[in-house]
């Protein structure tokens, strides 16, 4: 699912639980997260500065400003590397707090404009790190109650999906060779290393086995996703170990490959 940007604090969020491809704002939101939580500005510019470092956060004029920052008046720009030209541009929200190092000031944006706080100096906000303090605190207890609610969910899937779905005795159904697995179900199978032919991995161990078929004829396909869970059958429906993934087309079989999901992220 598309992730959303949050309207309070512009992270972004929302990924359905396993999603790929999150990485790249996450990094964001973190780097996001690192420069304004305590957002401590260098200074003002009206162009690119020269040189710049991982964090290094300024804040945009608002006159004579260069063509690379003509429509970014009071906004925040922070430099995530060296190289001057990566950079996240933080379009201000009201109630955004910056302290600026170059004046020693506090500001708070509000109406459209930066305005002096009281505080002048990182000695005197006191009261500002005890409100940052409560809500990091506030947030991470958030963030453990989402996370459990979370696993509460999920865990009821997974087991009114395994209410609903008959484990097959994949064992004796593969007769000592994973080929012979072609029909739609779940099965838990033993193999035995240099007994059992065309297995995932050549070992003596239990899997986790999903078959799922399309089509019919020469045109039927078979997938088969083994998760290999240890060396009891006990374990075989907890914590993946290894997942691999084939298909066969007609009957020819494809290699085992490790499926793509458990590197995604």
């Not at 865990?155 to 000592?176: A, M, Q, R, S």
């Not at 084939?246 to 079989?253: E, H, I, M, S």
Request: proline share 3%.
């Amino acid at each position: 699912m598309p992730s959303t940007k949050y309207p309070n604090s512009g992270i972004y969020g929302g990924w359905n639980r396993g999603e790929s491809g999150w990485g790249y704002e996450m990094n964001k939101n973190l780097l996001l997260t690192d420069a304004l939580l305590h957002a401590v500005v260098k200074s003002k510019i009206k162009s690119i500065p020269a040189t710049v470092k991982l964090g290094d956060l300024y804040l945009v004029d608002t006159t004579e400003l260069s063509t690379a920052l003509s429509n970014k008046k009071n906004h925040l720009i922070l430099f995530r590397s060296s190289d001057k030209t990566e950079y996240i541009d933080i379009p201000p929200l009201t109630g955004y707090k910056i302290y600026l190092l170059s004046n020693s000031k506090s500001y708070i944006y509000r109406d459209g404009a930066w305005i002096a706080a009281i505080a002048t100096s990182l000695t005197d906000s006191d009261e500002e790190k005890a409100a940052s303090a409560k809500l990091t605190h506030e947030l991470n207890n958030k963030i453990t109650n989402l996370d459990k609610e979370l696993d509460s969910k999920y865990d009821e899937l997974i087991d009114k999906i395994n209410e609903e779905t008959e484990v097959g005795d994949g064992t004796t159904e593969i007769n000592n060779d994973f080929n012979n697995l072609s029909k739609t179900g779940k099965f838990l199978v033993h193999t035995v290393k240099g007994t059992t032919k065309n297995a995932p991995i050549d070992v003596t161990g239990d899997w986790w086995v999903d078959v799922s078929v399309y089509g019919s004829g020469t045109s039927k396909k078979v997938l088969q996703e083994a998760v290999l869970h240890g060396t009891s059958s006990s374990s075989a429906t907890s914590g993946p170990a290894n997942r691999l993934v084939r298909c066969c087309t007609n009957t020819t079989w494809s290699p085992w490959q490790y499926s793509y999901s458990q590197f995604a992220g």
